[in-house]
C-alpha cells in the first residue's frame, strides 16, 4: 500500500514539472471574492479596444444627425430657415397701398394721349387766406406753367405782407376781397358786414370767409360794388389731407370746363398744396385745359 502511494505522489510531481501552464489557467478562473492584482482593469481595457476595432461613425462637426432619411432638412432648398418664416407686411415703394411720392393719376380720368391745352377750356383755380409765406412759391409755380390764377385775400395779410400783394397783380394774376380778418359775415350786424368789407382788398369779386353766405350777404357784397364768387370744386387742402389727395381733388373728374377750384395760399401750413400745385396743372394740362384768372375780378 505504501509502494502504492508513493508511486502516485511521484505521477502527480511528475505532471506538474511537465504542464506548468495549468497553474496560470487556474490562477484564472473568476472568484466569489474580490480579485487581486488589476486582471478586471486589463479585460476591461481590453473590451474598449474590441469596442473601438470595429467601423468608427464620425464625431464632431461632420457627425450625421439621429434622424431619419426621410426627415425635412432643417433648411429651406431656396434659402434659410428664416425665409418660410411669415412674410413681412411691408409694401414695395410705388406698389400696393403705398402712398405714392408723386401723385398718380387715375386711369379714369387721364385720356389716351395728351390734349393740347385750351382744346377742352379753361380751369380756374383760386388761392385764399393769402398773402403769405407759401404766396410766393405759388407764383413761381404759375410763372413756369405759363397761368394765372385768383388770390381772395385777407386785409390783415396784406398789411403784413405789402409787397406779395402788388406782386400778385404785376405777374398778371387776380385778387379777390376776403374781408379784413376772415369773419363770417352772416353773424354779424349790418355795420360789421360793411367794414368787413371795406377794409379787405379793393376788388370787384368778394368770396365770403367760409363760403357762408345769405341774401343779407349778397346785398352788401352787391353794395360794395362787387360781386360774390364762390367755388365749384373743394379741395379740402385746409385739412391737410396729403399731397396726392390734394391733387386727386383738384384735377379728377369733378374738373371740367369752367370749374373754380379752391385752395389755399395762407391761413397755416400749405406745404402739402405747394407740393401737389405743379402736377395738378401739368395734369389740367394733359387733359386739354388751360389755368387761368377768373374774369372780372
Known amino acids: 500500500m505504501i509502494g502504492l502511494a508513493l508511486a502516485a505522489v511521484a505521477l502527480i510531481a511528475t505532471t506538474l514539472i511537465l504542464s506548468p501552464s495549468m497553474v496560470l489557467v487556474g490562477s484564472q478562473l473568476p472568484t466569489t471574492g474580490t480579485p487581486t492584482g488589476n486582471p478586471t482593469s486589463a479585460a476591461s481595457g481590453k473590451h474598449h479596444d474590441k469596442a473601438r476595432s470595429g467601423p468608427r461613425l464620425p464625431v464632431g462637426p461632420s457627425a450625421p444627425t439621429p434622424t431619419a432619411p426621410s426627415a ?16 413681412s407686411r411691408s409694401v414695395p415703394r410705388g406698389t400696393g397701398s403705398a402712398k405714392p411720392t408723386t401723385p398718380v393719376t387715375p386711369k379714369a380720368v387721364k385720356p389716351a394721349k395728351p390734349l393740347k391745352p385750351g382744346s377742352q377750356g379753361v380751369v380756374y383755380l383760386t388761392f385764399d387766406d393769402g398773402p403769405g409765406p407759401y404766396t410766393p412759391t405759388v407764383l413761381e409755380i404759375l410763372q413756369r406753367t405759363r397761368s394765372t390764377a385768383t388770390f381772395f385775400q385777407l386785409g390783415n395779410h396784406r398789411q403784413e405782407w405789402p409787397a406779395l400783394a402788388q406782386r400778385v397783380r404785376a405777374q398778371g394774376n387776380a385778387i379777390g376781397n376776403h374781408t379784413y380778418d376772415h369773419a ?29 353766405t345769405n341774401a343779407k350777404v349778397r346785398a352788401a357784397i352787391r353794395a360794395s360794388g362787387a360781386r360774390e364768387v364762390l367755388w365749384t370744386v373743394d379741395t379740402w387742402d385746409w385739412t391737410m389731407p396729403g399731397a396726392a389727395k390734394i391733387f386727386a381733388r383738384a384735377s379728377g373728374p369733378a374738373v371740367h370746363n369752367g370749374s373754380i377750384v379752391l385752395l389755399h395760399d395762407g391761413g397755416g401750413d400749405r406745404a402739402q398744396t405747394i407740393a401737389a400745385l405743379p ?11 388751360v389755368v387761368r384768372k377768373l374774369p372780372g375780378c
Open 279 to 289: 402736377a395738378i396743372i401739368q395734369e389740367l394740362h394733359y387733359r386739354g385745359y
Open 184 to 212: 363770417d359775415l352772416t353773424k354779424l350786424s349790418a355795420a360789421k358786414r360793411r367794414w368787413e368789407l371795406a377794409n379787405g382788398p379793393a376788388a370787384r369779386c368778394v368770396r365770403p370767409p367760409y363760403g357762408a
Open 72 to 87: 425635412k432638412p432643417t433648411t429651406s432648398p431656396r434659402g434659410p430657415a428664416t425665409a418660410s418664416a411669415t412674410p
